[in-house]
């Protein structure tokens, strides 16, 4: 059932795995607007700017409506027959390891929880494996190592007692807004919080640091492994509490004195100064209430769960663990990447936190699904898994919510490998993504707002997503498309749900196989197994474990009582130490040297299949780009703006290069979002390390090796349409999603009024207004102007020039969904900026506030402090999280304005 007009309907938000509760109204013109949850404990009422704008990204706009075989439109029953026969018929001929699912984070728990039934207990395969493997894997095998159990102990609560918070490989500001500032605001309230940085480069995270550790890549063992000796040997660790509760402290100290030498020797092989080591390890040492936040940067490498064992190890050693306000705190990335975890997503797992080899696990699981096929051993995992499709050993793939051609490295090798595949069945919410262009079979999965489950967040907290839309077309939930699959493949009875809330209570139970107490293992939901309709309907966020129903909020630390759940009982030292040969690799190390770098931007979501959408989360960064240290740049002749070639024997990249001192020498780095249906060539994945860790299976994403050139072209353009066109016939183009329509960039080997004649002839405009003009600039530029009036609207316009410098043009973005007037008819053709035009770059999304007015506001109205900026422009009063740009703003204006003062000074 879907909502009704004017109710509030509390659901959680799509996005990143800090979980935030929101409410949703469905508005009389059908739109639906979106705040905050002040009752969820995730966020009491705050959201981010992608949170805030989940009501842009409902559109049904180049949603998948039906499914399709081989292109061709088909039913839901033959599409289903065919996929439930094809898998069937592959096993049989080839046995069940010839057959997999590829499945995603973004998965609700109960379809994820149903995946993992058909594969590991009916088809009898471990080769069901997920993005999660890119993600939090190496956080899953560190925690399993030292822990016994994939456990996250802490709570979102730990944040606001903390003394020192150590925030490391995680831009926390841009990726996890919500948790940021909740931590800001402890910053701005509390004297005694120390805040650390490490990471490679300076991010807006580093706002609210008081040390920021600019350690060289890849070196996070070493310095975690040091701050271990410098514990022993400042007598600053808990020696009852190791003794007491823990194993293996010798071998894992040992090992740490091999990597650690004199404080001076430690900071020059980490690329850091040694006054501000020594002061994160004296901050350390000295500080009881300790919380280490760590993301992708320790996960997404070949050293990945050394990493995370390097930090675990030094919270035991100090009995730093299972306290308020301290302890090892994983940041999930994806909405559900838990609620992955938790029922067995990954290949290398049997189900709810049951394992591989263990006989009593397999016989009760066995016995729970009825199924005497249940997998005996691990799957493949990710990497590996694309792999063995390529050398012809997977023949039938399912991939679901999830866009590996874009997001698994070498991508190539991903497209070589889906190609080879007899049979690839794609479940997605859209039609074009880049892996559906490889897919036999297309089928149409509900989205956000139209499905209905749960997810689990960093904490360990169930809350619901609930349907407050109709889906288009004939779109299904995830868990009904893979209980049909199932049953035409012989399963009926395991696989005979009519609800999802059925799937949850049965998952549930599960978890409390041989573990009604809860003692044998960490995951435990017995105060759910009895949920009816109505309770898993009303049911409030829940933080695991769940001895009964919570009907308030609960915040609960895993290890308080000193147990863990390894066979001892005791906590694991892992001994770690740097590898040599996995530092980064030297094999090409002379023709590419550079050490290219990836990750997230603020406003954007992944492949930008949804955010992609909203023009409002389009406007803070509006194109593809590398970021590159000046010293880097100027021997290469790369000057801010250029087009640059990233390359390496995988493949290449072409975007913008950004000039930054916040990038250390010799190190890129570039974001993951766009790809082919948004750019001509910027998929990082393309080049990225696929590598991965020999342990976890998780690919070294952060740390590929490149080099970079500059792309010389003669011309260069803006085009604007109402409708996108396809522009692969230029060298570089970019689109944004601007309100009413499409902004593309383009640059191009042909000269600009050459572009302009291949503009005019794809567009192909019939009948209607014509505004042209040509005219010089001031550098002597021929610039080409044009624009298609058509009943009293803009239709599309385009300019070119040799060069176009992008800041001058960023009213573009806004002049679609603005009525023509004389104003913007002469901007057009002028390029002259008039009215509310004039306001340049939207830096707050959310209050739609632009560069220049807060540069303005800046300078020509004294506002010099966020305070007054906000009150004069209400930019940063919406969500906020575009507050630490708004501070990197005012810091470099009022140094410009400073600057120029002591200039007039000195000339007067
Ligand atoms: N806006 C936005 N938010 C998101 C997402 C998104 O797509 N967009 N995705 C979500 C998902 S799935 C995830 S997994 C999270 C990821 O969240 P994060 O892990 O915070 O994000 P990343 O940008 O991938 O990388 C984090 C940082 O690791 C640093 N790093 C690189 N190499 C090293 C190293 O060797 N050592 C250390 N210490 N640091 C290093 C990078 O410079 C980067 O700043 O974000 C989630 N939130
Ligand atoms: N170089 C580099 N590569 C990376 C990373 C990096 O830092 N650097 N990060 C890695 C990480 S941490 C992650 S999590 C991955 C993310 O990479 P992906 O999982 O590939 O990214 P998404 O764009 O989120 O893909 C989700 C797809 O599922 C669809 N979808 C959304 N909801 C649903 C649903 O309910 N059902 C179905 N069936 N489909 C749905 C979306 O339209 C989209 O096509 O990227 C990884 N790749
Ligand atoms: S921090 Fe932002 S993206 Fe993440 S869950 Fe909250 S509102 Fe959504
Ligand atoms: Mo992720």
Same mark, same amino acid.
């Given at each position: 059932?879907?909502?009704?007009?004017?109710?509030?309907?509390? %659901?959680?938000?799509?996005?990143?795995?800090?979980?935030?509760?929101?409410?949703?109204?469905?508005?009389?013109?059908?739109?639906?607007?979106?705040?905050?949850?002040?009752?969820?404990?995730?966020?009491?009422?705050?959201?981010?700017?992608?949170?805030?704008?989940?009501?842009?990204?409902?559109?049904?706009?180049?949603?998948?409506?039906?499914?399709?075989?081989?292109?061709?439109?088909?039913?839901?029953?033959?599409?289903?027959?065919?996929?439930?026969?094809?898998?069937?018929?592959?096993?049989?001929?080839?046995?069940?390891?010839?057959?997999?699912?590829?499945?995603?984070?973004?998965?609700?728990?109960?379809?994820?929880?149903?995946?993992?039934?058909?594969?590991?207990?009916?088809?009898?395969?471990?080769?069901?494996?997920?993005?999660?493997?890119?993600?939090?894997?190496?956080?899953?095998?560190?925690?399993?190592?030292?822990?016994?159990?994939?456990?996250?102990?802490?709570?979102?609560?730990?944040?606001?007692?903390?003394?020192?918070?150590?925030?490391?490989?995680?831009?926390?500001?841009?990726?996890?807004?919500?948790?940021?500032?909740?931590?800001?605001?402890?910053?701005?309230?509390?004297?005694?919080?120390?805040?650390?940085?490490?990471?490679?480069?300076?991010?807006?995270?580093?706002?609210?640091?008081?040390?920021?550790? /600019?350690?060289?890549?890849?070196?996070?063992?070493?310095?975690?492994?040091?701050?271990?000796?410098?514990?022993?040997?400042?007598?600053?660790?808990?020696?009852?509490?190791?003794? /007491?509760?823990?194993?293996?402290?010798?071998?894992?100290?040992?090992?740490?004195?091999?990597?650690?030498?004199?404080?001076?020797?430690?900071?020059?092989?980490?690329?850091? !100064?040694?006054?501000?080591?020594?002061?994160?390890?004296?901050?350390?040492?000295?500080?009881?209430?300790?919380?280490?936040?760590?993301?992708?940067?320790?996960?997404?490498?070949?050293?990945?769960?050394?990493?995370?064992?390097?930090?675990?190890?030094?919270?035991?050693?100090?009995?730093?663990?299972?306290?308020?306000?301290?302890? @090892?705190?994983?940041?999930?990335?994806?909405?559900?990447?838990?609620?992955?975890?938790?029922?067995?997503?990954?290949?290398?797992?049997?189900? /709810?936190?049951?394992?591989?080899?263990?006989?009593?696990? &397999?016989?009760?699981?066995?016995?729970?699904?009825?199924?005497?096929?249940?997998?005996?051993?691990?799957?493949?995992?990710?990497?590996?898994?694309?792999?063995?499709? &390529?050398?012809?050993?997977?023949?039938?793939?399912?991939?679901?919510?999830?866009? @590996?051609?874009?997001?698994?490295?070498?991508? !190539?090798?991903?497209?070589?490998?889906?190609?080879?595949?007899?049979? *690839?069945?794609?479940?997605?919410?859209?039609?074009?993504?880049?892996?559906?262009?490889?897919?036999? *079979?297309?089928? $149409?999965?509900?989205?956000?707002?139209?499905?209905?489950g749960t997810v689990t967040n960093s904490e360990r907290r169930i809350s619901r997503q609930r349907?407050?839309?109709?889906?288009?077309?004939?779109?299904?939930?995830?868990?009904?498309?893979?209980?049909?699959?199932?049953?035409?493949?012989?399963?009926?009875?395991?696989?005979?749900?009519?609800?999802?809330?059925?799937?949850?209570?049965?998952?549930?139970?599960?978890?409390?196989?041989?573990?009604?107490?809860?003692?044998?293992?960490?995951?435990?939901?017995?105060?759910?197994?009895?949920?009816?309709?109505?309770?898993?309907?009303?049911?409030?966020?829940?933080?695991?474990?769940?001895?009964?129903?919570?009907?308030?909020?609960?915040?609960?630390?895993?290890?308080?009582?000193?147990?863990?759940?390894?066979?001892?009982?005791?906590?694991?030292?892992?001994?770690?130490?740097?590898?040599?040969?996995?530092?980064?690799?030297?094999?090409?190390?002379?023709?590419?040297?550079?050490?290219?770098?990836?990750?997230?931007?603020?406003?954007?979501?992944?492949?930008?299949?949804?955010?992609?959408?909203?023009?409002?989360?389009?406007?803070h960064i509006t194109e593809p780009f590398v970021a590159i240290h000046p010293d880097d740049a100027?021997?290469?002749?790369?000057?801010?703006?250029?087009?640059?070639?990233?390359?390496?024997?995988?493949?290449?990249?072409?975007?913008?290069?950004?000039?930054?001192?916040?990038?250390?020498?010799?190190?890129?780095?570039?974001?993951?979002?766009?790809?082919?249906?948004?750019?001509?060539?910027?998929?990082?994945?393309?080049?990225?390390?696929?590598?991965?860790? $020999?342990?976890?299976?998780?690919?070294?994403?952060?740390?590929?090796?490149?080099?970079?050139?500059?792309?010389?072209?003669?011309?260069?353009?803006?085009?604007?349409?109402?409708?996108?066109?396809?522009?692969?016939?230029?060298?570089?183009?970019?689109? #944004?999603?601007?309100?009413?329509?499409?902004?593309?960039?383009?640059?191009?080997?042909?000269? %600009?009024?050459?572009?302009?004649?291949?503009?005019?002839?794809?567009?192909?405009?019939?009948?209607?207004?014509?505004?042209?003009?040509?005219?010089?600039?001031?550098?002597?530029?021929?610039?080409?102007?044009?624009?298609?009036?058509?009943?009293?609207?803009?239709?599309?316009?385009?300019?070119?020039?040799?060069?176009?410098?992008?800041?001058?043009?960023?009213?573009? #973005?806004?002049?679609?969904?603005?009525?023509?007037?004389?104003?913007?008819?002469?901007?057009?053709?002028?390029?002259? *900026?008039?009215?509310?035009?004039?306001?340049?770059?939207?830096?707050?999304?959310?209050?739609?506030?632009?560069?220049?007015?807060?540069?303005?506001?800046?300078?020509?109205?004294?506002?010099?402090?966020?305070?007054?900026?906000?009150?004069?422009?209400?930019?940063?009063?919406?969500?906020?999280?575009?507050?630490?740009?708004?501070?990197?703003?005012?810091?470099?204006?009022?140094?410009?304005?400073?600057?120029?003062?002591?200039?007039?000074?000195?000339?007067?």
């Amino acid at each position: 059932m879907t909502q009704t007009r004017n109710a509030w309907t509390k %659901s959680t938000c799509a996005y990143c795995g800090v979980g935030c509760g929101i409410e949703a109204q469905i508005k009389a013109d059908g739109e639906l607007s979106i705040r905050g949850d002040q009752s969820h404990p995730a966020n009491f009422g705050n959201l981010c700017s992608k949170g805030l704008a989940l009501g842009e990204t409902v559109s049904h706009q180049g949603r998948l409506l039906h499914p399709s075989i081989d292109g061709i439109e088909q039913s839901w029953p033959t599409a289903l027959d065919h996929v439930a026969t094809q898998f069937s018929k592959t096993i049989e001929e080839f046995g069940p390891e010839s057959v997999a699912f590829y499945v995603s984070g973004q998965l609700l728990t109960e379809d994820y929880y149903v995946a993992n039934k058909l594969m590991k207990g009916f088809i009898g395969s471990g080769n069901i494996d997920t993005n999660s493997r890119l993600c939090m894997s190496s956080s899953v095998a560190g925690h399993k190592r030292a822990f016994g159990t994939d456990t996250v102990p802490g709570c979102y609560e730990d944040f606001d007692t903390a003394e020192m918070v150590i925030i490391t490989g995680s831009n926390l500001a841009w990726c996890h807004p919500i948790l940021f500032q909740r931590l800001k605001k402890q910053k701005e309230q509390r004297d005694n919080l120390f805040i650390v940085v490490i990471d490679p480069r300076e991010t807006d995270t580093c706002s609210i640091a008081d040390l920021h550790l /600019a350690i060289n890549p890849e070196t996070d063992v070493q310095l975690f492994n040091g701050l271990l000796s410098y514990l022993v040997e400042h007598k600053k660790i808990d020696q009852q509490y190791i003794d /007491a509760h823990s194993e293996g402290f010798a071998s894992a100290l040992a090992s740490a004195q091999k990597d650690a030498s004199s404080l001076e020797q430690m900071a020059s092989a980490l690329g850091i !100064n040694q006054d501000d080591l020594s002061s994160f390890y004296a901050h350390f040492a000295n500080t009881e209430k300790t919380l280490t936040i760590y993301s992708q940067g320790v996960n997404q490498s070949m050293q990945g769960s050394n990493k995370v064992n390097s930090i675990i190890n030094c919270h035991i050693a100090t009995g730093r663990i299972g306290k308020p306000g301290m302890g @090892p705190f994983s940041i999930t990335g994806q909405p559900n990447a838990m609620g992955g975890r938790e029922v067995g997503g990954l290949s290398n797992t049997l189900a /709810a936190h049951m394992e591989f080899g263990d006989q009593q696990a &397999h016989q009760a699981i066995s016995d729970f699904w009825q199924t005497d096929n249940l997998a005996t051993k691990p799957g493949l995992k990710a990497v590996d898994l694309f792999d063995a499709m &390529h050398d012809g050993k997977i023949k039938a793939v399912w991939i679901i919510a999830t866009n @590996p051609v874009v997001s698994l490295p070498n991508s !190539n090798k991903i497209i070589a490998a889906l190609q080879k595949c007899p049979l *690839v069945v794609v479940s997605d919410c859209i039609e074009n993504t880049a892996t559906a262009e490889y897919a036999d *079979v297309l089928l $149409p999965a509900q989205g956000w707002s139209e499905k209905s489950g749960t997810v689990t967040n960093s904490e360990r907290r169930i809350s619901r997503q609930r349907r407050l839309l109709p889906s288009p077309g004939v779109a299904k939930a995830d868990w009904w498309i893979i209980s049909e699959v199932a049953k035409r493949m012989g399963f009926k009875e395991a696989f005979d749900y009519l609800h999802e809330g059925e799937i949850f209570t049965e998952f549930a139970k599960m978890t409390t196989l041989n573990n009604e107490d809860g003692q044998a293992r960490d995951l435990n939901l017995i105060g759910l197994t009895q949920l009816d309709g109505k309770g898993y309907s009303r049911l409030k966020p829940q933080q695991w474990p769940v001895t009964e129903l919570q009907t308030e909020t609960v915040q609960q630390r895993f290890f308080a009582n000193k147990q863990f759940f390894t066979p001892s009982k005791k906590v694991q030292f892992i001994a770690v130490s740097i590898d040599a040969k996995k530092q980064i690799s030297e094999k090409t190390q002379s023709n590419y040297p550079m050490i290219l770098n990836s990750g997230r931007i603020r406003d954007q979501w992944h492949t930008m299949t949804r955010t992609g959408l909203s023009s409002r989360l389009g406007a803070h960064i509006t194109e593809p780009f590398v970021a590159i240290h000046p010293d880097d740049a100027v021997p290469l002749d790369i000057k801010e703006h250029n087009l640059v070639v990233v390359k390496n024997d995988k493949g290449s990249m072409l975007v913008r290069a950004l000039l930054t001192k916040q990038q250390a020498p010799g190190q890129l780095f570039t974001p993951i979002h766009w790809n082919k249906q948004t750019a001509k060539s910027a998929n990082v994945c393309n080049l990225a390390n696929d590598d991965t860790d $020999p342990l976890s299976g998780q690919p070294a994403l952060k740390s590929s090796q490149v080099n970079i050139d500059k792309w010389e072209y003669q011309s260069e353009g803006m085009l604007l349409t109402r409708e996108p066109l396809d522009l692969d016939l230029f060298d570089y183009w970019v689109k #944004q999603k601007v309100e009413q329509g499409y902004l593309y960039r383009i640059a191009d080997s042909r000269t %600009s009024i050459e572009l302009a004649s291949t503009l005019h002839s794809l567009l192909n405009n019939k009948q209607g207004k014509t505004l042209q003009f040509s005219s010089t600039d001031e550098t002597q530029q021929m610039i080409h102007r044009y624009a298609f009036v058509q009943d009293q609207q803009l239709n599309n316009a385009y300019i070119t020039s040799e060069e176009l410098t992008t800041q001058s043009l960023d009213w573009l #973005q806004s002049v679609l969904d603005m009525p023509l007037d004389g104003s913007i008819e002469q901007t057009l053709i002028s390029g002259v *900026v008039q009215g509310k035009l004039a306001q340049g770059k939207i830096i707050c999304a959310c209050k739609q506030v632009g560069i220049n007015t807060i540069n303005e506001a800046i300078t020509e109205q004294n506002c010099h402090s966020l305070d007054l900026i906000k009150d004069c422009t209400t930019a940063g009063t919406g969500c906020g999280s575009c507050l630490p740009e708004i501070a990197t703003i005012l810091e470099e204006k009022l140094e410009v304005t400073t600057q120029r003062i002591e200039v007039e000074e000195f000339v007067a």
